[in-house]
């Protein structure tokens, strides 16, 4: 079943020039970008997309991070878009992800770990309508 995503291309990927292998690897998996763009979240845009993580002692720190410098934002779309776009970036941990996945090759550590995905279609929904109005997506 096709279905959308929400991607980031986190601050700490941008700054080591990956954005164009990343994309990369989302098209060779048959996850076709149907929106993109590049943008510097303020720190309360930040908050506001993590709201979930409100509570966790690593809050902070992440949109601190977050809003360091700008990151890519993406709308994902493709069969099982979601649980392919979770399989390609590998666990939260790089040093647990798989070889091969995304974050083995290009996150540093647990909070620096290059790219976001959304885990489950409602928060794919909120995801995507977070950063892009119908209007910028194309399919
Ligand atoms: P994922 O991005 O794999 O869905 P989570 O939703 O649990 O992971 O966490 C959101 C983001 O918060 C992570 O991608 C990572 O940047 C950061 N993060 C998660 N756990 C920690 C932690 N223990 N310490 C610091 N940062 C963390
Ligand atoms: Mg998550």
């Given at each position: 079943?096709?279905?959308?995503?929400?991607?980031?291309?986190?601050?700490?990927?941008?700054?080591?020039?990956?954005?164009?292998?990343?994309?990369?690897?989302?098209?060779?998996?048959?996850?076709?970008?149907?929106?993109?763009?590049?943008?510097?979240?303020?720190?309360?845009?930040?908050?506001?997309?993590?709201?979930?993580?409100?509570?966790?002692?690593?809050?902070?720190?992440?949109?601190?991070?977050?809003?360091?410098?700008?990151?890519?934002?993406?709308?994902?779309?493709?069969?099982?878009?979601?649980?392919?776009?979770?399989?390609?970036?590998?666990?939260?941990?790089?040093?647990?992800?798989?070889?091969?996945?995304?974050?083995?090759?290009?996150?540093?550590?647990?909070e620096f770990n290059a790219v976001h995905g959304s885990d489950s279609p409602e928060t794919a929904n909120f995801e995507i309508?977070?950063?892009?109005?119908?209007?910028?997506?194309?399919?």
């Open positions: 079943m096709s279905e959308r995503t929400l991607a980031i291309i986190k601050p700490d990927a941008v700054k080591k020039h990956v954005i164009g292998d990343i994309i990369h690897r989302y098209e060779q998996a048959g996850l076709k970008p149907v929106a993109i763009k590049m943008l510097h979240m303020s720190k309360s845009v930040a908050e506001g997309f993590y709201a979930v993580h409100k509570t966790r002692p690593f809050f902070g720190s992440l949109c601190d991070f977050m809003s360091s410098c700008p990151a890519v934002v993406l709308v994902l779309q493709g069969d099982n878009a979601i649980k392919k776009n979770r399989e390609l970036m590998g666990a939260t941990d790089p040093a647990k992800a798989d070889a091969g996945t995304i974050r083995k090759a290009h996150g540093a550590n647990i309508g977070y950063f892009f109005p119908g209007m910028e997506i194309f399919d």
